[in-house]
């Protein structure tokens, strides 16, 4: 579980610790810092989010000791002890999307991101671009805030038109 969090951590620029007695062969080829070892409360000193993805009693041990420091835990699987959620983001092209059960069901969370990474297009940030550009340019022209958002739909159905005939 926690070799699965680690990449958007990274991709965040977050400045990774790995803290675990045995540590899978992939984590060692990201530019985390690794402490082979059992955890221990001051592995969260200078820490500001923490994910507990471990054994369930190594966990409760690890939301206390971020409790007690006023840290984010994101605990995998005790949503009860958690104080920060992680399975529905989804970045994508400067646009970024969360979704929440509120610790209630983490696996439909992440069914729903994942329904959401299939249906939203790859060149999301070509469509952020083009209602920055239309924005500014309405804006400029003094266009009424009630006709925006639907010049903003006809113009990224025109870009999505013109993305299914270059595939076609």
Do not use: C, H, K
């Amino acid at each position: 579980m926690a070799a699965s969090r680690v990449p958007a951590l990274l991709a965040a620029g977050a400045r990774v610790a790995v803290v675990a007695p045995e540590v899978r062969p992939e984590i060692r080829d990201w530019d985390v810092r690794i402490l082979e070892r059992e955890f221990a409360p001051g592995d969260l000193d200078g820490a500001w989010l923490v994910v507990a993805a471990a054994t369930p009693e190594v966990n409760r041990e690890v939301a206390a000791a971020a409790e007690a420091r006023r840290v984010f835990v994101n605990v995998v699987d005790d949503a009860a002890a958690a104080s920060a959620y992680t399975a529905g983001v989804l970045r994508r092209g400067g646009i970024t999307i969360a979704v929440s059960t509120e610790g209630a069901a983490p696996a439909l969370t992440g069914l729903i991101r994942e329904g959401l990474e299939a249906v939203l297009p790859e060149d999301l940030e070509r469509w952020r671009s083009e209602a920055r550009r239309l924005r500014d340019d309405q804006r400029a022209a003094g266009v009424p805030l009630e006709r925006r958002r639907p010049l903003l739909l006809e113009a990224l159905v025109r870009l999505y038109s013109l993305r299914r005939r270059r595939s076609a």
